[in-house]
């Protein structure tokens, strides 16, 4: 079946009408209705679907909005039960594509078979349709409405005339909705927009302002209000007076005149400013602003923005500080440049005008710097430039030859580590000329190396003086014999020998007879002529490898070894007849002297040093006995004298005392040489007599003993632990040096029993000076270092007591860590008078400086000493002029000496 023409023709429904009278009436009625139909569209949509459907009889009416190619069930009625928003569809498979295409209805019967796939029409077994459009403005087709149902019916001119004027009203329905939808839409993007902007503005900490001049009202945007702190609720408009009412005093003026001139001449110049907000702060803006409306050239309307400028500000600040800064420090770089140059300057004539050669190379082992006196120490031409050489081909550009090659050029600018300071090495020239060579990494503040420093000295002349200085300590200055200390060494050295070797051998000591008679008689003077004489004369008696040796005055001793038991007692008469056989003629007079000689043999007479001494000198006193001019080999039967008694007596007397505790301390200051204030104590140990407490017994009578019989070990360990106790007791007091004995000093646990006493009584290590006699010392250099090293790690300083007393010891300071350097009283006590002496302490001066040791003279007892002492640099001093021992308790800085 076809579709039907509208226009002129009629159409029937199957069932039978009401009258034409009712149907004007109702047609009217519906007219009126649909005219007052008004709200809300979706119920619009919902009675005009219930009205068509009342009206016109049928079971089914959509109403369907065209969205692109769909249909869009806006309202649907079926059977009395109305459907708001009731899905969608295809448009061209429905009835609906035809009435979109000729914009006037469309009638169709069996409407399902024609159009099968539109589903809605088989959901409602549609079999009538009639569909008419509703067209816009434009008369485009914007909705579809159709009335379905189940059975055929007929539309009249009249009730098409009806249906189009549903269509008008469903079309200003539908405008209406659409332009609800666009407003509301534009109020939703207005809020967004809005919503964003007062973001922005926060985030830019910008606020915006309109200004509505001839209602004088000011309009601020939310950041506004919050920039000045003022309540927007109190506050919705503000007059120029309120807007302005945060603004500071300082800055009103400037505010005010800027808001002068965008009155008068339109025109708002950017302006910085400050507001005053809560608990005394301020903010920093910035204002710009716009005149947009005019009226007779004045301006009516002014907008702008303000934006937070304080953080702008304290950058601008500290960016101005920084300037300052970086300005000052660009002054200080320049200065530091100027200084470094002047410091490069200075060092630069400092290593010219140096004696001591420098070198430095770089990372790659090539020369950056030289001095003169390295070029003039390696004979290197002055006008030669080393830079950029290889430091290791240095020998290839000197004309000095080494004294053994092949083992000094392996040395020579060669280091094992590059990042540690090299051994020091000697570098012995053909010449005769000796070098040091040492060397030490340098590296730059972050501890990168740049380079190394190489150092180079000529000690030749160091060295001849040390072997002049070593043979006159050693020497007697008169005979050129070994001198008392140097002899008892080699008798020492002998005696272990022998020992190990089981060696015999004899000790000779023999002195001239009425010697004093010639010193009286005839003046020191030929005194001296004599000794020089007789050992001259004895020396020629003495084989090589024999000891002889002058002890001081008249007294010799010579030590030698006998495979025959005869050999001794030859010597001993050859010596006698020698002497007596000497012609001396002084002032005229024809005089013969005589000797007497004692013989100590090895191992009968005695096993240690002393005890041969001993005995040698008891036998020479039994050959002057017989007579003198004669010798006599040691009779012990003959010298069972009170000096053994009196030996074994003071041994038990030493072994009371210790054990009633009868030793006590007294103290002796050290002072510094300048001011006299005091430095540090010396503990120097008393005895009381354990039969007469009220007498004290000096350590001159009993320390030998005590050295002799072992007990000194034990007087010792006494001394350091009360030494110890009274500086905890007394924490204010000075530090105090101990003195330790060579038997002590062999004691492996001494330095343990220090440190356990310290700890014990809490005392800060560095208020103990551990003394140790310079003889002791050295006797072993190995055991030295174990000994001073186990101190130092204790905290302890070391100080070498009678320094000097043989200069041997000079080369050994550099393995010993000791700090002190206390000069032997031998050669203060007639400093000012002995030319000799002053020649000794200035060497020891110079060496204590060289190694960086502190150095003490003892033994002063008079200005004129202390006076000389001062001027030779020595630093401290002590002795009786200054203070003598004392058991008194002295704290520090309490008094000084004088």
């Excluded at 035809?98 to 024609?114: F, G, N």
């Excluded at 290197?380 to 080393?386: E, K």
């Excluded at 010597?571 to 007596?580: E, T």
């Excluded at 050295?778 to 055991?783: L, M, R």
Aim: with cysteine; hydrophobic share 40%; net charge negative.
């Amino acid at each position: 079946m076809g579709a039907h023409e509208v226009n002129g023709k009629r159409q029937r429904f199957a069932s039978v009408k009401n009258s034409e009278t009712e149907h004007v009436k109702r047609l009217k009625k519906l007219y009126e209705l649909s005219m007052t139909l008004s709200g809300d569209p979706a119920e619009v949509f919902k009675h005009a679907a219930c009205m068509i459907a009342e009206l016109f009889n049928v079971r089914v009416v959509c109403l369907s909005e065209i969205r692109g190619d769909q249909l869009h069930f806006l309202s649907v009625y079926v059977d009395g039960t109305v459907f708001q928003d009731a899905g969608q569809c295809a448009l061209a498979i429905t009835p609906c594509a035809t009435v979109e295409q000729s914009k006037d209805i469309r009638v169709y019967d069996r409407v399902s078979e024609l159009f099968p796939e539109a589903s809605f029409l088989q959901e409602h077994n549609a079999q009538a349709y009639c569909g008419f459009p509703v067209l816009d403005n434009h008369q485009n087709v914007v909705a579809i409405t159709c009335l379905l149902d189940d059975k055929p019916h007929e539309f009249t001119d009249e009730d098409q005339a009806l249906l189009r004027i549903f269509g008008q009203r469903i079309s200003m329905e539908l405008e209406r909705q659409r332009h609800i939808d666009e407003r509301l839409k534009s109020e939703e993007n207005l809020r967004q927009i809005q919503a964003m902007l007062l973001q922005a503005e926060q985030l830019a900490g910008m606020g915006s302002w309109e200004w509505d001049i001839p209602e004088g009202v000011i309009y601020w945007s939310p950041e506004m209000y919050r920039l000045n702190q003022i309540d927007s609720v109190e506050h919705p408009t503000l007059t120029p007076e309120t807007a302005t009412s945060k603004v500071d005093p300082a800055d009103l003026e400037q505010v005010q005149a800027n808001i002068t001139q965008a009155l008068v001449h339109g025109i708002w110049e950017p302006i910085e400013y400050r507001v005053r907000l809560k608990d005394d702060q301020t903010r920093s803006l910035r204002a710009e602003g716009l005149a947009v409306q005019f009226k007779q050239n004045l301006p009516t309307k002014l907008i702008g923005f303000v934006q937070d400028i304080s953080e702008l500000k304290k950058a601008q600040s500290e960016l101005e500080r920084n300037v300052v800064l970086l300005r000052g420090a660009e002054q200080l770089q320049r200065e530091l440049k100027i200084t470094a140059q002047r410091e490069q300057q200075r060092m630069g004539a400092l290593l010219s005008a140096m004696n001591i050669g420098v070198l430095f190379e770089d990372q790659t082992g090539r020369i950056e710097f030289v001095n003169p006196a390295f070029k003039q120490l390696w004979a290197i031409r002055d006008t030669f430039d080393l830079t950029g050489f290889p430091s290791r081909d240095i020998l290839t550009h000197s004309s000095h030859r080494l004294a053994c090659p092949e083992h000094a050029s392996q040395l020579v600018m060669q280091v094992s580590d590059s990042n540690e300071a090299s051994e020091r090495f000697e570098i012995e020239l053909h010449d005769g000329r000796i070098l040091t060579q040492l060397s030490y990494p340098v590296s730059d503040y972050d501890g990168t190396v740049l380079g190394r420093l190489w150092i180079y000295e000529d000690i030749t002349q160091e060295r001849q003086t040390a072997k002049q200085l070593l043979y006159l300590a050693e020497r007697d200055p008169l005979t050129g014999l070994l001198n008392r200390h140097r002899f008892q060494e080699q008798l020492a050295q002998y005696l272990r020998m022998a020992k190990r070797h089981h060696i015999k051998f004899a000790l000779l000591y023999f002195d001239l007879d009425e010697f004093k008679y010639v010193n009286d008689t005839f003046g020191h003077r030929v005194g001296d002529t004599v000794l020089v004489r007789i050992a001259g004369e004895i020396a020629a008696l003495v084989q090589s490898g024999e000891i002889f040796a002058r002890l001081g005055g008249d007294e010799f001793a010579i030590v030698i070894e006998h495979k025959q038991e005869t050999e001794p007692s030859m010597l001993a008469a050859s010596i006698v007849n020698a002497v007596s056989s000497i012609p001396f003629r002084f002032r005229g007079a024809n005089i013969r002297l005589t000797a007497s000689v004692g013989i100590a043999l090895f191992p009968d007479h005695g096993a240690e040093m002393e005890d041969l001494a001993a005995h040698a000198d008891a036998a020479m006193y039994q050959a002057k006995s017989l007579g003198k001019n004669n010798w006599c080999i040691y009779d012990a039967d003959r010298d069972m004298s009170a000096a053994m008694t009196t030996r074994m007596t003071w041994k038990s007397r030493i072994a009371q005392a210790l054990e009633q505790n009868c030793f006590e301390i007294h103290f002796q200051g050290v002072y510094e040489t300048q001011n006299r204030s005091l430095k540090h104590m010396e503990a120097l140990v008393r005895m009381r007599d354990p039969q007469q407490k009220n007498q004290l017994t000096m350590p001159g009578q009993f320390i030998p003993v005590a050295e002799k019989s072992g007990q000194i070990i034990d007087i010792d360990k006494w001394v350091v632990q009360r030494s110890i106790e009274v500086l905890a007791k007394h924490p204010q007091m000075p530090p105090v040096a101990v003195n330790i004995s060579g038997r002590s000093f062999d004691d492996p646990s001494l330095p343990r029993f220090i440190q356990t006493q310290l700890n014990k009584h809490q005392v800060d290590p560095e208020r103990l000076i551990i003394e140790l006699t310079e003889t002791s010392a050295v006797s072993d250099i190995q055991d030295a270092q174990r000994f001073i090293e186990a101190i130092n790690q204790a905290g302890c300083k070391v100080c070498l007591d009678d320094f000097g007393s043989g200069f041997s010891t000079f080369s050994y300071l550099k393995y010993l860590g000791v700090e002190i350097l206390k000069i032997d009283g031998m050669f203060i006590r007639d400093l000012a008078n002995n030319r000799d002496n002053q020649i000794f302490v200035k060497a020891m001066v110079d060496v204590a400086r060289g190694l960086g040791k502190d150095i003490v003279a003892e033994f002063v007892e008079d200005a004129i000493t202390l006076e000389m002492i001062q001027n030779l640099g020595i630093r401290y001093v002590q002795g009786y002029y200054l203070g003598r021992p004392s058991p008194e308790i002295v704290e520090s800085g309490s008094r000084n000496a004088g």
